[in-house]
């Protein structure tokens, strides 16, 4: 989180959000978040999720798109925490800093279940992720938002792709590839039934599952309009970092995962070919963003540390995130 935006947050904005949601200060239970302060509080013992963005980093408009498409996919069928109103009826609620921005407050039901574990990634669970996915982008291929101020970026827009400041001169060649991949990702045809609205941030991190297999997304933060395949990528990128062998890793992973996905969509396997390119580039995004957030010579994270481990020197030599061939990929 940006320090400008923390530095901003006092118990008189939360006793506010609080209010607009209709229970007490006492009631907002503090969570773990990265970007923006959540909280979880009950109502009328149903459990909600709290999210109180700012909008130095989203504007009000893109944050209304967001819940509008959020609901619009769960009225759908798909499987998302839905956004709910505030006392006032509204499902973004602005609450001035004092500093002439605002916190941005929306409110989600509460995904049942619990984070996915090891245990649960069996055929069937990587099927179920696959078709909840593929369900998303057959919906969203009809989605327009109810008021045209409220589209969200596409993938490649300066709020989502401003990522080359955050690295030191030192970093001169990974910013030099970073900038390079955008270009080239920039050609590529976008067309309705291979680009459109995704989450972007679908991995294990962003979903529960309960008691009978069945999964919940949550936290459409970073939804944005890019290719379908490309979110499939973000979900193998954090589905294969840390493996051993993250080649033999996706031979078990994508084949079940693809098989769930069609069951609701399907684009043209030629976009398959794409998807080290988009892996590289989320490579790149997430090693620029390690060093916005750290002093990379001091990390004490595991998750980082694990990370960043020789990544220097595989983005300078051009090493594949994943050494697959993903060209020969075709639906079942």
């Known amino acids: 989180m940006e320090p400008?935006?923390?530095?901003?947050?006092?118990?008189?904005?939360?006793?506010?959000?609080?209010?607009?949601?209709?229970?007490?200060?006492?009631?907002?239970?503090?969570?773990?978040?990265?970007?923006?302060?959540?909280?979880?509080?009950?109502?009328?013992?149903?459990?909600?999720?709290?999210?109180?963005?700012?909008?130095?980093?989203?504007?009000?408009?893109?944050?209304?798109?967001?819940?509008?498409?959020?609901?619009f996919l769960a009225r759908g069928g798909a499987d998302v925490s839905p956004a709910v109103l505030s006392q006032q009826d509204k499902l973004v609620e602005p609450i001035a800093d004092g500093d002439g921005e605002y916190f941005l407050a929306t409110a989600f039901v509460k995904a049942a279940g619990r984070p996915p574990q090891d245990d649960d990634e069996t055929p069937t669970f990587i099927e179920r992720y696959g078709q909840a996915i593929g369900r998303m982008h057959r919906l969203t291929?009809?989605?327009?938002?109810?008021?045209?101020?409220?589209?969200?970026?596409?993938?490649?827009?300066?709020?989502?792709?401003?990522?080359?400041?955050?690295?030191?001169?030192?970093?001169?060649?990974?910013?030099?590839?970073?900038?390079?991949?955008?270009?080239?990702?920039?050609?590529?045809?976008?067309?309705?039934?291979?680009?459109?609205?995704?989450?972007?941030?679908?991995?294990?991190?962003?979903?529960?599952?309960?008691?009978?297999?069945?999964l919940t997304f949550f936290d459409f933060d970073d939804c944005c309009y890019t290719w379908f395949v490309a979110d499939i990528a973000i979900v193998l990128f954090y589905a294969a970092i840390g493996k051993d062998d993250a080649a033999a890793y996706t031979s078990h992973f994508l084949p079940h995962f693809l098989r769930g996905y069609q069951r609701e969509n399907r684009f043209p396997v030629a976009w398959f070919a794409q998807m080290p390119h988009f892996l590289k580039l989320r490579e790149l995004e997430l090693y620029a963003l390690i060093h916005r957030s750290h002093?990379?010579?001091?990390?004490?994270?595991?998750?980082?540390?694990?990370?960043?481990?020789?990544?220097?020197?595989?983005?300078?030599?051009?090493?594949?995130?994943?050494?697959?061939?993903?060209?020969?990929?075709?639906?079942?």
Not at 168 to 190: C, G
Not at 308 to 313: A, D, P, S, W
Request: charged share 25%; with cysteine; aromatic share 12%.
């Open 141 to 214: 291929q009809d989605y327009e938002p109810a008021d045209a101020a409220w589209r969200r970026p596409h993938w490649d827009d300066p709020i989502m792709q401003d990522l080359d400041g955050f690295l030191p001169p030192s970093e001169a060649l990974a910013q030099q590839k970073l900038l390079a991949q955008i270009a080239q990702l920039r050609q590529l045809p976008r067309e309705r039934e291979s680009y459109g609205l995704v989450h972007q941030d679908a991995h294990g991190g962003n979903f529960f599952v309960d008691e009978t297999g069945a």
């Open 295 to 332: 002093d990379v010579n001091n990390l004490t994270h595991w998750w980082d540390i694990r990370y960043m481990t020789g990544r220097k020197e595989r983005i300078e030599q051009d090493v594949p995130f994943i050494d697959f061939d993903f060209a020969g990929l075709r639906w079942a």
């Open 4 to 71: 400008r935006i923390r530095n901003c947050f006092n118990q008189h904005i939360l006793a506010e959000t609080a209010a607009r949601y209709g229970v007490s200060v006492a009631a907002m239970r503090p969570l773990e978040s990265a970007e923006s302060f959540i909280f979880e509080f009950e109502r009328e013992n149903q459990p909600f999720i709290l999210r109180l963005g700012h909008s130095l980093r989203r504007t009000i408009h893109l944050i209304q798109g967001e819940v509008d498409w959020i609901n």
